[in-house]
């Protein structure tokens, strides 16, 4: 049997031209990555993400335009599935409201689900591709640049 481990993110861009990043360990393995995570069984693209987004930062989120979808073999670092990621641009419909850090992986406690997680706020021209740990999010980091003459805020 194949497994297939689709995943939906969100590339959130605030009023002052900084990309939502978030910093995580789980079973012992650190990674940067976008806001985002699993499709659910009988779920939507857009209600997963969305969803995702309230339980990740307590935000509700408009999703805004399409930016990339992953198009090469990626498996995932957690088991042997194959991942599949799609990504979109996203903006905030309440206020920002979490608690940003400055230095990456600069946990405060643990979530429901003992996952350790923070939050940094990173202006568009600083962050790198090489600054965000899994592939998919990073060559989703580049297609989005490649857009920025039609970012939407």
Known sequence: MFLFNVRVYGILIN???EVLISD???ENVSFTKFPGGGLEYGEGLLDALKREYMEETGMEIEVLKHIYTTDFWE???FNDSQIISIYYQVR???????????KAFDFAEKNVDGKLQSFRLIPIEKLEENDLTFKTDQVAWVEFLKTTDKIQL
């Open 15 to 17: 009023d002052n031209g």
């Open 24 to 26: 995580e360990r789980t």
């Open 75 to 77: 498996k995932s670092s």
């Open 92 to 102: 905030p419909i309440n206020k920002i409201e979490l608690n940003i850090k400055t």
